[in-house]
């Protein structure tokens, strides 16, 4: 499936400032002035949350990942740094229809796990699926397509 990317309008970008700011410890790529800050793809979004290797290895487990020996688990226990990031797009949907979709990713030291999808028919609704995921409460999906699926 391939997705046709928008670019995000003034009031896009004013809602995902408002979200950046109702997350602890977190930054995106648009500032409180809800401009979007220089970036290689314009369309794509960005969240990052700073979390305790705890936090991080409570997600890890909801997500679904392996906690196997032969897994990254016992690197990230053992990491430093632990963010939560979020990339998030607006998309097309239809001829008139636009939805947001973003996958999550588990940071930790200098590797990235990604460990599902997000989506929602408005920027509102993929707020809260990764608010409830991050509540241990809402599921992630396995690609951006069974995501927007379920929009």
């Not at 973003?102 to 707020?127: C, E, H, K, N, P």
């Amino acid at each position: 499936m391939m997705l046709k990317t928008l670019y995000p309008d003034a009031s896009d970008l004013r809602l995902v400032e408002l979200a950046i700011r109702s997350f602890p410890n977190a930054g995106g790529n648009v500032n409180r002035a809800g401009r979007l800050s220089e970036s290689v793809d314009p369309n794509r979004l960005w969240l990052m949350i700073s979390v305790s290797a705890t936090t991080m290895a409570t997600l890890w487990v909801h997500a679904g990942v392996s906690t196997a020996p032969e897994s990254s688990y016992a690197a990230m226990l053992n990491g430093i740094d632990h963010t939560v990031n979020l990339s998030f797009f607006k998309v097309k949907k239809s001829w008139f229809r636009s939805a947001w979709v973003g996958y999550v990713s588990l940071l930790f030291d200098r590797s990235t796990l990604t460990v599902g999808f997000i989506a929602g028919g408005d920027q509102l609704a993929m707020w809260r699926q990764f608010r409830a995921f991050l509540e241990l409460d809402g599921k992630l999906y396995d690609s951006a397509a069974s995501a927007l699926a379920a929009v």
